[in-house]
């Protein structure tokens, strides 16, 4: 985020951090201070783990209070438990990025809390553009259906290529061509999702012959126990977790 506040020349840029990376140590344009500064913040992105936020949201409220946009990209952390901690006139959003933002590839969901003004949104936009593709959703649970699916789901790929290697390894393929092989596969069916809008249930039968291989293995992979049910279960796994952690 900080590398793409930079190069849309969003500055000063003050990071509050107490214990920071040498990576963040070099970046120039960017003040690095062990607690928040006093004065005029323009917009305050609380990049902090649920956890954590928790304990240290209270740290924020003299930003909060000067009116500043409070942008939360706390996983599970509600705009009421938010209120708690800075009151009840903060301007307060949500956002859930994922990791593909650190190369400009993600997406990201916006909520909008009840005091946040056209202005505070605006800039929430631009401030989360930088890490790829954005959009608001009307209801604050969307926010952890959000987490759920492209929060995590980064993960979720990962360990699909993760599986494909282990398969083509057990078939015996060598390990680093089972690994080469299994990501490029996986990206270039991203790429092919990208270039090409039609659903990918439309996609998936272009390389589905009749009687083909694809068949077979789509045969174990489709149903209520294959990887349509699993990959429901699973989401509604990480939603579940998400609306305890609100909790």
């Keep these: 985020m ?12 003050v990071a509050v951090e107490p214990n920071p990376s040498p990576r963040l140590k070099k970046m120039k344009g960017v003040e690095v201070v062990p607690q928040i500064p006093a004065g005029k913040v323009r917009a305050c992105v609380v990049a902090l783990k649920p956890q954590i936020l928790r304990t240290e949201a209270v740290r924020l ?15 599970g952390t509600s705009i009421a438990s938010l209120k708690k901690a800075w009151g ?12 593909p933002g650190a190369i400009g590839r993600g997406i990201t969901a916006i909520f909008k809390g009840p005091n946040a003004t056209a202005a505070d ?7 989360l553009m930088p890490l790829g593709a954005t959009f608001w959703v ?16 980064p993960a979720y790929v990962f360990l699909m290529v993760e599986a494909l290697a282990d398969a083509a390894e057990a078939e015996g393929m060598p390990r680093p061509e089972a690994e080469r092989l299994a990501r490029a ?25 009749p009687g083909g291989t694809t068949e077979a293995a789509l045969k174990v992979l489709i149903g ?24």
Aim: proline fraction near 6%.
């Design 2 to 13: 900080l590398a793409g506040w930079l190069a849309q020349g969003l500055a000063p840029i």
């Design 138 to 153: 009307a209801k604050e649970k969307l926010i952890d259906v959000t987490t759920a699916v492209s929060g995590s789901g």
């Design 88 to 99: 009840p006139r903060a301007h307060m959003l949500r956002a859930m990025p994922n990791t």
């Design 61 to 75: 409220k003299p930003v909060a209070d000067s009116g500043a946009p409070m942008i939360s990209i706390a996983a």
């Design 121 to 127: 949104c605006k800039l929430a936009e631009r401030l």
């Design 224 to 247: 209520d126990k294959g990887l349509n049910g699993l990959m429901a279960r699973a989401v509604a796994a990480a939603n579940k977790r998400a609306g305890e952690l609100a909790s």
């Design 185 to 209: 596969t996986i990206m270039g069916a991203g790429a092919l999702l990208e270039a090409d809008a039609r659903p990918p249930a439309e996609l998936r039968r272009d390389v589905t012959s």
